[in-house]
């Protein structure tokens, strides 16, 4: 009797030590916490974060650990900065292992160098094996890609053998998303993806096996052979800049908004950048940025249809982002107005004065 109740200890029964695991912990989060414990080279984990981490080519990386949408009830860590070699060592993947155990997603992205610039890997996200393959085919490939969920990729291609600036590939990133049916909601200059071989926590992916794997499908350090060709476009796209938007958009601009625009482009591009509304990863929330600036100006005295101008004319990619451009800039400046009419005076945005 006493040797099978030992047994019944070790085995993890009540009132063993190992009681409280075995008892909340679900088969498949018992792997997961089994899995989390190895530190073997060759645990596929390890492989493909090596794999991943010697594929971009730089030397230090941003990690976000951050929790799905329905889990509430966790709060985003904050986002840390590896060397590639420490990102690579089993100690630091046993960690990461831990928080994606307890229910947070592992992402990860290349840092800027230190003048700000960027590695030239330009995101797209959200595509499938067959848009892949049309990427490959038309000399964009991924050079690291991501199975995120089942079916489902996102990755990095590689555009240049030199840093880029962040509006480069912010234009980049559009005009692939665009090209090639990537989600233009992750159009960034700086998205984070997964990390591979940790688990995809959202809640839609879940199945009675557990949650999905993101896998490494692809790790290359080649750039692309049509890489310079999009790096070109989106430097034409910046060149054009505000003569391009004003051309495209002057059919839907009044006499009396036009002779305005130039002073409350300067101005709401002067608000804009001072506006903090970032998202929990770190990049910028545009539209948020837009609706800021757009309550600067209105408080400081300038009107909707103007501000809507300035909308149109000045916010970053805003074509891209909206097919109904002016219908989304006269929506924005509507709603600052109603805001600015109704703020408390703590609140206020800070003050601009038309020039």
Known sequence: MARQWA??????????????????????ARSLRSLALRTSADDPTVVQVRQQV?????????????????????HPQRIRRYSAKTLSEISTIRWLRRMNLLGFDIYCRPAPDQDGSLLPMVFLDDVSKSQMARMATEGLPLAVAIESSPNRFHGWCRIHSNCISPDEALEAARLLAYRFGGDLGAVSSRQFGR???????????????????????????QVAS????????ARAVLAEGLERLRGTQSSVLDQHVATRS???VDAFRAARSHIAANRADGT??????????????IEAGWDGDTVA??????????????????????????AARRKVSGMNPASRVPTLRPR
């Open 7 to 28: 047994a019944g200890k070790a085995a993890g029964e009540p009132g063993s030590a190992n009681a409280s695991h075995s008892l909340v912990l679900s088969p498949a």
């Open 54 to 74: 010697q594929a971009f080519g730089c030397d230090y990386f941003e990690v976000g650990i951050l929790p799905p949408k329905h889990r509430s009830d966790l």
């Open 195 to 221: 990390l591979s071989g940790f688990t995809n926590r959202k809640a839609c992916h879940r199945t009675e096996k557990g949650q999905p794997f993101a896998r490494l499908h692809a790790a290359s350090p």
């Open 226 to 233: 049509k890489g310079s060709e999009l790096l070109i476009s």
């Open 262 to 264: 130039d002073n409350a």
């Open 284 to 297: 910028l929330d545009e539209s948020a940025a837009d609706f800021g600036a757009a309550a600067a100006l």
């Open 309 to 334: 101008a300035a909308i149109v004319l000045a916010s970053p990619g805003v074509e891209y982002r909206h097919r109904d451009t002016q219908r989304y800039a006269e929506r924005t400046a509507e």
